[in-house]
């Protein structure tokens, strides 16, 4: 069964590093996603993505953040410069209808800024 | 009031039980829900889309109410494999907005 996966499962950086975190979503869909999960809390969107542009991104999504296809296959999360608070779980998932509707998750990155 | 919300629980209910969860929403406008369960520390994994008819998959059945905008999960005959917390998500035209979740815990 396809499945999303991310690399690497857990990033553990110095606050004011630059992150990337990867993600290969399921071959066939059009449509992806970065989420992020502070332990304990809810899931939260960041941005979605739609032939080769963002489609639509939350108010956590500021100029720190940003997110590329480099290829046919990756879908990468960039953070900028870290703070203590971007510490979380990142979730990527990927869609194959349209927007916004059923996702599959990949297994997330445990970023953690020291 | 919140986008979507969830009584986070948890339902602590034996097995073979069945327990049903709400989530309300705030948009009249929403258009499109789904339920995921997550497992702790894991990732969210779709459980199921909740369409106006109702939409039923084995033991589990779900439901949208919009006159009163609530979503519904009901589980039957519980296993011990469902303890989990169980997600409400809008999503649709809407950025993808997801509640705290419900925790269900069963028992032998």
């Known amino acids: 069964e396809p499945e999303v996966t991310q690399t690497p499962s857990h990033q553990v950086t110095q606050m004011g590093q630059e992150v990337i975190l990867r993600c290969v979503p399921i071959s066939n869909h059009l449509y992806f996603y970065w989420y992020r999960q502070i332990l304990g809390q809810k899931v939260e969107f960041l941005v979605s993505f739609y032939n080769n542009e963002i489609s639509e991104k939350s108010e956590i999504f500021d100029d720190q953040f940003s997110v590329e296809r480099p290829d046919g296959s990756n879908f990468t999360l960039k953070i900028r410069s870290t703070k203590l608070e971007d510490s979380a779980m990142y979730f990527c998932a990927s869609s194959s209808g349209l927007l916004n509707y059923e996702q599959y998750f990949g297994p997330g990155t445990r970023l953690t800024v020291t | 009031r919140k986008e979507v919300e969830q009584d986070p629980g948890p339902f602590n209910v034996p097995e073979g039980a069945t327990v049903a969860f709400n989530c309300t929403y705030s948009n009249s406008a929403s258009q499109s829900f789904f339920w995921y369960r997550q497992d702790c520390r894991k990732e969210p994994k779709l459980l199921m889309s909740?369409?106006?008819s109702g939409n039923e998959d084995g033991r589990f059945t779900a439901q949208l109410n919009r006159a009163s905008q609530y979503i519904s999960l009901l589980i039957r005959d519980s296993k011990l494999s469902d303890s989990a917390t169980y997600l409400c998500v809008r999503g649709g035209s809407y950025i993808p907005t997801f509640g705290r979740g419900t925790s269900l815990i069963v028992h032998p």
């Open positions: 909740v369409y106006s």
